[in-house]
């Protein structure tokens, strides 16, 4: 239970109608001085000073919720403000010190249903304790478990689903064996009767030993797996700090340490796309390695990366033009690789080419096959140098700016897979184009 | 079909305003030139009646609602809870639900204080009379928005432990109110704004503020078919998170409140 969140006695300050501290409990002076203020100075706890001025406007009381940065945690406060004679009368029932933006990574309920397979059969809820539970959503139940003890494979699993009835407490184990559970199902219906699906629970059975491969084929990805996630949490952490700082939330900083911080959430993304390269670099080597074959629409990508770049552009006085066709270019491919390959195009021409220059995305259709260009107005690459650059860690000389060498390797690689290609036309002085070709999609 | 939703909500807001205090502040007289000098197409009114608007229809399509009464859905292990506080957070929430079943009265106390003061003081700049002086003083002194369903689901939220605020996740378990609280406390994105960003579909902003807020798939997923049980398996959701999972979820929050501070809503 939290029994930190509300306090016995409220902490308490007078602020003026303009906005200066009058007077204060030492803990909310404590919170004035650790965000630059002084003693009767304007308040500088921004939430605190936005209450403030709102009581002060409307002469009415409010009860909200204000986070306050401080030094090494963020504090919840609960703050009652009311008018006063001139002044507002805050008062701070709730105080919550807790770690800085902490997403909330609270376990679900133990005795609910953390079991969900759709009137397929597919697995739309897993419990997320499991390793690997995310990469089988969406797949069939019986390609991921099978019943314990029974040789056959899928065919048992899949024959006592479709009798849609309840199962209580069934011996199973994951395809690879390593993993045992007990399962229990009941069938969902709808109000008129027709078959949903099922809901239950898939617990560890209590005599085996780690449950780590309900999905069996990942276990070698080191990196991806096991590195990854730990890497990229401190640097999400690393991100987000600095650039609360280089924003100013939490108070007023001088331009000089706004800009070290921006140089930090720099480099810490620059590291955080590098472990996603790398993370990729791995799957993709792996003789298994697959891609899903959705029908994709390039000119919706050519807009989404657009608009996903349109900021990063204007950072560097550029813009980004889509000249795409208005009717869908569809191909055969996956989304999110095909998004993946083009925003890596787009980032680079933004990196690599002048300030003030234009970034084009253009889309067309060509006998079997879609494209999607991406050229810049840059210095262009040399002939020697066009096939170089897909190689990994390729950076013909450059250093400084944030890319690993990986990206164009990656992308063409994944083009590859979908039965497409990542080519090249540059010439010095001239820009670069790139241009990514997917089969497409057959009516 | 969503501006056309708009325009009735705002249209039956000028109404309930007019019946509130039909006798001394407001009057039909005074409505026209409110919406000629466009104050009743102002930004912060418009974005309070559309996000009412969203809560009351996720509110009706909202999975398990049959079975949970009309618009009550509190966890029981709230109203029971063992912290005196929060048991009494809830059943004051609970009689706040019912309040609202009164639509005229709601719209005033449901308001924030902000938006009370300006609309009060668009009526008297408007009227120019002491009786309307004297009646929006007498309304704004006795406007508590800290009891309105949103502040007590925001003061419900700020005093859950970590074991209560699970069941937040869902808002089938959940209710409404305190799924939306729960995601403002958490990613401080405000309450209305967040409704606006679920909108009437499940969409990219909707998948990126479960995202800021630390849901995983799975639970993403469940919220999601709570609110949109049309909401398909291999579909929408599948393509929609492959997308929003690549992004940290910091950066998920900087263009969520880009995008939602150059969203613009205009009738």
Same mark, same amino acid.
């Given at each position: 239970?939290?029994?930190?969140?509300?306090?016995?006695?409220?902490?308490?300050?007078?602020?003026?109608?303009?906005?200066?501290?009058?007077?204060?409990?030492? @803990?909310?002076?404590?919170?004035?001085?650790?965000?630059?203020?002084?003693?009767?100075?304007?308040?500088?706890?921004?939430?605190?000073?936005?209450?403030?001025?709102?009581?002060?406007? %409307?002469?009415? /009381?409010?009860? /909200?919720?204000?986070?306050?940065?401080?030094?090494?945690?963020?504090?919840?406060?609960?703050?009652?403000?009311?008018?006063?004679?001139?002044?507002?009368?805050?008062? *701070? %029932?709730?105080?919550?010190?807790?770690?800085?933006?902490?997403?909330? %990574?609270?376990?679900?309920?133990?005795?609910?249903?953390?079991?969900?397979?759709?009137?397929?059969?597919?697995?739309?809820?897993?419990?997320?304790?499991?390793?690997?539970?995310?990469?089988?959503?969406?797949?069939h139940f019986a %390609?991921?478990?099978?019943?314990?003890? &029974?040789?056959?494979?899928?065919?048992?699993?899949?024959?006592?689903?479709? /009798?849609?009835?309840?199962?209580?407490?069934?011996?199973?184990?994951?395809?690879?064996?390593?993993?045992?559970?007990?399962?229990?199902?009941?069938?969902?219906?709808?109000?008129?009767?027709?078959?949903?699906?099922?809901?239950?629970?898939?617990?560890?059975?209590?005599?085996?030993?780690?449950?780590?491969?309900?999905?069996?084929?990942?276990?070698?990805?080191?990196?991806?797996?096991?590195?990854?996630? &730990?890497?990229?949490?401190?640097?999400? @952490?690393? *991100?987000?700090?600095?650039?609360? &700082?280089?924003? @100013?939330?939490?108070?007023?900083?001088?331009?000089?340490?706004?800009?070290?911080?921006?140089? &930090?959430?720099?480099?810490?993304?620059?590291?955080?796309?590098?472990?996603?390269d790398l993370e990729d670099l791995e799957a993709i080597d792996r003789s298994d390695f697959s891609v899903a074959v959705d029908t994709v629409d390039l000119v919706d990508i050519a807009r989404r990366v657009a608009g996903l770049l349109a900021l990063k552009a204007s950072d560097n006085l550029m813009e980004i033009h889509v000249e795409a066709l208005s009717d869908p270019t569809l191909v055969n491919g996956e989304f999110r690789r095909i998004l993946q390959i083009v925003l890596n195009l787009v980032t680079n021409a933004i990196r690599y080419a002048p300030g003030g220059s234009t970034v084009s995305i253009m889309t067309g259709l060509d006998g079997r096959n879609g494209w999607i260009e991406v050229a810049d107005q840059g210095a262009g690459i040399e002939p020697t140098d066009q096939e170089r650059i897909f190689e990994k860690f390729e950076r013909l000389g450059r250093t400084g700016d944030g890319g690993s060498g990986l990206g164009l390797y990656i992308s063409? /690689?994944?083009a590859r897979f979908m039965q497409g290609d990542l080519a090249i036309v540059s010439s010095v002085g001239q820009g670069t184009r790139f241009r990514l070709t997917l089969p497409a999609k057959t009516v | 079909m969503v501006r056309m939703k708009l325009f009735e909500t705002i249209l039956s807001l000028e109404k309930a305003l007019a019946g509130?205090?039909?006798?001394?502040?407001?009057?039909?007289?005074?409505?026209?030139?409110?919406?000629?000098?466009?104050?009743?197409?102002?930004?912060?009114?418009?974005?309070?009646?559309?996000?009412?608007?969203?809560?009351?229809?996720?509110q009706s399509q909202l999975v398990g609602k049959d079975m949970r009464g009309d618009l009550e859905q509190l966890p029981a292990s709230l109203l029971a809870h063992p912290d005196k506080k929060i048991a009494e957070l809830a059943r004051a929430l609970l009689v706040a639900q019912h309040k609202i079943h009164d639509p005229s009265a709601a719209l005033w106390s449901e308001m924030p204080v902000e938006l009370l003061f300006q609309i009060s003081q668009m009526m008297a700049y408007v009227a120019q009379s002491d009786d309307v002086d004297v009646a929006l003083n007498a309304l704004c002194v006795g406007h508590d928005e800290a009891q309105s369903v949103a502040g007590l689901a925001r003061k419900l939220s700020f005093c859950l432990d970590i074991e209560s605020r699970a069941q937040t996740r869902s808002p089938a378990l959940s209710g409404i109110p305190i799924f939306l609280a729960s995601l403002e406390y958490v990613t401080g994105i405000a309450y209305d704004r967040i409704l606006i960003l679920i909108g009437h579909n499940f969409g990219d902003p909707f998948a990126m503020l479960l995202r800021a807020a630390g849901f995983s798939k799975v639970e993403a997923f469940g919220a999601a078919r709570e609110i949109f049980p049309e909401l398909a398996i291999n579909g929408d959701f599948e393509n929609r998170w492959s997308r929003v999972e690549r992004i940290d979820p910091a950066d998920t929050l900087d263009l969520l409140s880009a995008w939602s501070s150059a969203e613009v809503i205009t009738p």
């Open positions: 239970m939290n029994n930190t969140a509300f306090l016995s006695v409220p902490v308490e300050g007078l602020v003026s109608a303009s906005g200066n501290l009058l007077k204060a409990d030492s @803990r909310l002076l404590q919170l004035q001085f650790n965000a630059a203020g002084d003693e009767h100075g304007p308040i500088a706890i921004p939430g605190l000073r936005a209450v403030a001025a709102i009581v002060a406007r %409307t002469g009415m /009381r409010v009860e /909200r919720h204000v986070r306050v940065g401080d030094f090494d945690a963020d504090i919840d406060l609960w703050v009652e403000a009311m008018p006063q004679a001139d002044a507002v009368l805050i008062q *701070i %029932t709730g105080w919550h010190e807790r770690a800085p933006s902490e997403p909330l %990574t609270v376990e679900p309920q133990s005795d609910g249903p953390n079991l969900v397979l759709n009137e397929h059969y597919h697995i739309v809820r897993m419990p997320h304790d499991l390793e690997g539970a995310d990469q089988v959503i969406g797949k %390609t991921v478990v099978e019943l314990r003890d &029974i040789a056959v494979g899928e065919v048992p699993m899949l024959d006592l689903l479709a /009798r849609r009835q309840s199962l209580e407490d069934l011996k199973i184990s994951s395809i690879s064996g390593s993993s045992q559970f007990s399962l229990s199902l009941c069938p969902l219906t709808s109000k008129d009767g027709h078959f949903l699906g099922y809901s239950g629970r898939l617990d560890t059975a209590p005599d085996n030993g780690p449950n780590e491969n309900v999905v069996s084929d990942n276990s070698s990805l080191v990196f991806g797996r096991q590195f990854a996630p &730990i890497l990229r949490h401190p640097l999400s @952490r690393i *991100i987000a700090n600095a650039e609360t &700082i280089h924003s @100013r939330l939490r108070g007023p900083l001088r331009e000089s340490y706004a800009g070290y911080a921006q140089d &930090i959430a720099n480099a810490a993304r620059h590291l955080s796309e590098l472990v996603s063409r /690689r994944l | 509130e205090n039909a006798s001394l502040i407001v009057h039909s007289r005074f409505w026209e030139p409110l919406v000629e000098n466009g104050s009743l197409r102002n930004p912060a009114l418009i974005e309070f009646a559309w996000a009412r608007c969203i809560e009351a229809e996720l």
